[in-house]
């Protein structure tokens, strides 16, 4: 399940906890603001809207979110995160989007040519080789990441239920 699929009541318990998590778990670097969830769902709007627009036939309402390759600063933003490695070929192109970097800057901010961009399984290729990979991952420090250049990593978004694909890394 996605955050996104939980019911949209601002007294949800799930919500309320994460707003306070890193308060009382120091091991937990992630912050969520306030109005996150509300926020999160306009963008995941415009994410499907801009998708569906270039052809991708998704089969949620709110996808699934997964990085291009390994992020360090990613993995250890929480105690216990465990990595999914997903073969790329076995995406299906239909329900998978791209975003340069995360969805959220992506299509919030207007700065850089890939911002604004929803891209396709297969313009993936150009679009490294036209941008490169985001290569700051041990640049960005926890404290108030969320102030800095956030060009971490590309994003891809699974719009369909991911069981099949999800092998947890050892």
């Known amino acids: 399940m996605s955050l996104s699929d939980l019911p949209d009541d601002a007294t949800n318990p799930v919500f309320e906890a994460l707003l306070n998590k890193h308060k009382v778990t120091p091991s937990y670097q992630r912050r969520f603001g306030k109005n996150y969830i509300q926020n999160r769902r306009v963008i995941e709007d415009q994410l499907r809207e801009r998708f569906i627009a270039k052809g991708g036939r998704p089969r949620r309402a709110h996808p699934f979110y997964f990085i291009l390759g390994q992020s360090a600063w990613f993995k250890n933003l929480n105690a216990g995160h465990q990595e999914i490695k997903i073969n790329i070929a076995s995406l299906d192109p239909a329900t998978t989007s791209i975003t340069y970097p995360d969805s959220f ?17 297969n313009e993936l290729e150009g ?33 369909e239920e991911p069981e099949a694909l999800l092998k947890p890394v050892r």
């Open 127 to 159: 679009l490294v080789m036209q941008h490169g990979l985001p290569d700051n991952d041990n640049k960005v420090p926890y404290e108030r990441y969320w102030e800095t250049d956030f060009e971490l990593y590309i994003e891809f978004q699974l719009w």
């Open 105 to 121: 800057i992506a299509l919030t901010q207007e700065s850089r040519p890939y911002h604004g961009q929803v891209y396709l399984l």
